[in-house]
């Protein structure tokens, strides 16, 4: 197993304790370089192994899918872990965890099955003032399947400033919570 550095076990346990007391989603927002794919592997490794869950990781571009996947399975190697990718000619649906390209399942949440959490990297990009992307079209199916599955997000401006802590270069975590 790996052992996270303080500012990512602040950042684990800022979506636990968000998830425990609040009904919206959390947010985690940490610079290039600190570790994020480290804290989505303890989330993951944790929601699968300690409660039992399914967990769907999501992201936009082919390089995050490779990175998660790779880091996941390096650091929880007992996991069972699939990838859902045209561009990675791949498309495990019966897995654990599964890491999707957006552009691969945005109109099949139904194929893959209901989740208790999402994970979006980069997540920005559910931002987007159209009520038909991707994104917004794949969570209102998800909903529809699992109502009671929780968005996980990681990016800095998926969260409006009032909202938001962010963990600058050199500074101790902040938790960051939608």
Not at 45 to 67: F, N
Not at 70 to 99: F, W
Not at 127 to 142: A, G, T, V
Request: charged share 25%; glycine share 4%.
């Amino acid at each position: 197993m790996f052992e996270l550095r303080p500012y990512q076990k602040e950042a684990v346990e800022a979506v636990y304790e968000h998830l425990r007391t609040r009904d919206d989603n959390p947010c985690v927002v940490l610079p290039t370089g600190t570790g994020k794919s480290l804290c989505i592997a303890q989330i993951v490794s944790d929601a699968v192994q300690k409660w039992s869950g399914r967990v769907l990781i999501l992201a936009h571009v082919k390089e995050l899918l490779e990175q998660n996947a790779d880091k996941i399975q390096a650091l929880c190697p007992e996991l069972d872990v699939g990838v859902y990718s045209a561009g990675l000619n791949s498309r495990d649906t019966d897995h654990a965890v599964i890491v999707a390209g957006i552009q691969s399942v945005y109109n099949k949440a139904c194929e893959l099955g209901p989740f208790d959490l999402v994970i979006i990297d980069e997540s920005h990009l559910l931002n987007s003032e159209s009520e038909d992307s991707m994104y917004k079209s794949f969570l209102n199916d998800m909903k529809i399947i699992n109502p009671h599955v929780r968005l996980n997000r990681h990016d800095r401006n998926a969260v409006p400033d009032e909202r938001r802590a962010d963990l600058q270069a050199g500074e101790p975590v902040k938790s960051c919570l939608l």
